[in-house]
């Protein structure tokens, strides 16, 4: 089981003048709109539980309104909360006071944000080095570690340039740039590129998962996309009127839906490139035939299987034979709509 790096326990935040007040409100009952209608205030967030692995991408999903930056701003206290707990290698960030918090922000927690958030007075080796400086690191640490991320992400040739010189996509690879050039342990992204062009966004996307393949990081993504989030996500937290009703795997999410709201959201999405292999798989383990990992995504196992001109293929994990998938039980994963139960029928 993974090392758990963050855990929110029980997290309310309610917008108003008396917040606190409201809680036994929202705990009996009351909803959101008759929050507002009654009471004069805005529930952000109700009773927000959620475990979060050290070292893979948690997304947090939703619609406009459904809480999710408002949770994500929790995390470095950029926004307080009007009860509960985020618990960070065993440290309440809620309890911590201006130093540690400040120190906390410094080292441990970094934020790519969705409109960049750079200084347009300064070059892209400035911005990139700023939360070094911040650091109060070394002048040829500022300059190699800048630079370092400045290749990492594709910039290299435009450390001079200033964010008005630069694209979108550019302007946000700054962005993540500066996060990771500061080696923080966490890293925060709201809605880090839903203000890209869809071709630079999933350009972005390959950015991001090619460097965690190596770094590792404890990321928390927001997004409203479900297609990005099934793309980037280990695992996925959907946000409805600032409660969470379903967490899961991009596997989970697709072939069991919570509730009605879970299942709109999943009904248009190509599973070929979402659900793998093994969730279809056979137990039955043929001695020969063609090989395939388990972690194949279903589309891609369809076109393995015409390139052999094979109908059967040996389900493999770690190089290991698990079971089997065949060329009808492929098509059936792609075309067999969602049954009562939320599932894709008997092949699960």
Do not use: C
Request: proline fraction near 3%; hydrophobic fraction near 40%; charged fraction near 25%.
């Amino acid at each position: 089981m993974s090392e758990i790096k963050v855990k929110i326990k029980n997290l309310y935040k309610i917008f108003g003048a008396k917040p606190a007040s409201m809680i036994s409100h929202i705990r009996n009952g009351t909803s959101k709109q008759t929050l507002l209608d009654e009471h004069s205030h805005v529930l952000g967030l109700n009773d927000v539980s959620l475990d979060i692995a050290a070292g893979g991408i948690q997304v947090i999903m939703g619609l406009s309104g459904s809480g999710k930056s408002t949770l994500i701003r929790h995390f470095n206290r950029l926004i307080e909360p009007t009860a509960g707990e985020i618990i960070v290698d065993g440290r309440n960030v809620i309890e911590m006071g201006k130093n540690e918090l400040r120190d906390f922000r410094r080292f441990r927690a970094s934020m790519v944000f969705q409109k960049f958030a750079l200084l347009p007075h300064r070059t892209v080796t400035d911005n990139v080095a700023y939360g070094l400086i911040i650091q109060s690191s070394t002048k040829d640490e500022v300059h190699e570690r800048s630079q370092k991320w400045i290749d990492r992400v594709g910039l290299t040739g435009f450390e001079s340039y200033y964010p008005a010189q630069l694209s979108g996509g550019m302007q946000q690879r700054v962005g993540l740039a500066r996060a990771l050039a500061t080696d923080a342990e966490i890293l925060l992204m709201d809605e880090a590129f839903s203000a890209l062009d869809p071709l630079i966004r999933e350009e972005m996307q390959d950015v991001l998962l090619g460097l965690q393949e190596e770094l590792k990081k404890t990321i928390v993504f927001i997004t409203h996309d479900l297609d990005e989030a099934l793309r980037i996500g280990d695992r996925i937290a959907i946000l409805r009127d600032g409660t969470i009703v379903q967490t899961g795997s991009p596997q989970d999410i697709i072939l069991n839906p919570a509730d009605d709201y879970v299942t709109d959201f999943t009904k248009n999405i190509n599973r070929g490139r979402v659900l793998q292999v093994a969730t279809i798989m056979d137990d039955e383990t043929p001695e020969t035939g063609l090989k395939i990992e388990g972690d194949m995504v279903i589309e891609d196992a369809l076109q393995v299987l015409s390139k052999a001109e094979a109908t059967t293929a040996i389900v493999t994990h770690n190089a290991k034979p698990v079971g089997s998938v065949d060329l009808n039980t492929i098509i059936a994963a792609l075309t067999r709509p969602i049954d009562d139960r939320g599932r894709t029928g008997s092949y699960t």
